[in-house]
């Protein structure tokens, strides 16, 4: 679940600064015991204040945006794996021992 993850990822954070919970909510602006509801999933920070607490734990938050594919020449993705799977069905699910077609350049 992505809340157990905050809390975990904010107390990992810590540990790993070798942070006790009331120096790093005095670097990070907050109580300790606020830091220790965040870490124990009683309370969800803001994003603003997750981003803060580990930038004060000495770590920084990368983010990526990509853009979610709906569509691909204009099949929906759903659509297009129906397609996929129905091909992949005509095909053998073991392959013969020999081959049955005549052999190109022969």
């Known amino acids: 679940m992505l809340m157990d993850s905050v809390g ?5 954070a810590r540990t ?4 006790g919970l009331r120096e790093l909510a005095r670097r ?11 870490e124990h999933n009683l309370k969800v920070p803001s994003v ?3 981003m803060r607490i580990l930038e004060a734990s000495g770590y920084s938050v990368d983010l990526t945006l990509r853009r979610r594919i709906r569509e691909r020449h204009g099949m929906p993705r759903g ?3 129906a397609q996929v799977l129905e ?3 005509q095909f ?8 049955e077609f005549p052999r190109f350049g022969t």
């Open 8 to 12: 975990a990822t904010l107390r990992d």
């Open 87 to 89: 091909l992949a069905e």
């Open 16 to 19: 790993a600064a070798g942070l």
């Open 28 to 38: 990070a602006g907050t109580s300790h015991a606020t830091l220790s509801q965040y």
């Open 79 to 81: 659509e297009e794996l």
């Open 92 to 99: 053998p699910s073991r392959p013969a021992p020999a081959l």
């Open 48 to 50: 603003a204040v997750f």
